[in-house]
């Protein structure tokens, strides 16, 4: 009797857990994108940015990096995170909104906020080292093949 009690409350709860849809934690939101596409200020004055940030499997993991990033016991080190996250977010409502000028405002904001990040994080114990570096690497990575095919364009 506890068998087949523990198997049905083991199926049902394995049955309501799946979901069917994902849920959808990027910080480009639908209502977001709407109001944000075509208020750059500066069409036309410059060459657009031809990018499809909604499909671009390099903003799709910057998003996804921004919403998991690891918190650390250093408060400094937290709030320049915080500030590196922000550009980030501003960097991919630029390139969506094809704001050239907003979007280069955002790249120097991260620049600035990953030195920073860089120098504070000397305090780490190794192993909160190594995670950080991995999520800075692939950052840097994906804003530079993003950036590249932007040029390319």
Same mark, same amino acid.
């Given at each position: ?44 004055? &410059? /060459? %657009?940015?031809?990018?499809?940030? @909604? ?5 799709? *993991?910057?998003? $996804? ?45 991260? &620049? /600035? %906020?990953?030195?920073?990040?860089? @120098? ?5 114990? *190794?192993?909160? $080292? ?24």
């Amino acid at each position: 009797m506890r068998r087949l009690f523990f198997f049905g409350i083991t199926i049902t709860a394995l049955t309501s857990s799946c979901a069917t849809e994902k849920l959808n934690f990027s910080p480009l939101s639908n209502s977001f994108y709407s109001d944000s596409k075509g208020s750059g200020s500066d069409h036309g004055l &410059e /060459k %657009s940015i031809d990018i499809n940030i @909604r499909d671009n499997v390099n903003a799709s *993991e910057i998003s $996804n990096m921004i919403s998991t990033f690891p918190t650390f016991k250093n408060t400094a080190l937290d709030n320049e995170i915080t500030a590196l996250k922000y550009s980030l977010q501003n960097y991919l409502f630029a390139i969506d909104a094809d704001n050239i000028t907003g979007k280069k405002k955002a790249v120097k904001n991260f &620049e /600035k %906020s990953y030195k920073k990040v860089q @120098r504070l994080r000397k305090t780490l114990n *190794e192993d909160d $080292n190594e995670v950080l570096n991995r999520y800075l690497v692939r950052l840097k990575t994906n804003i530079s093949v993003i950036e590249d095919s932007i040029k390319s364009n």
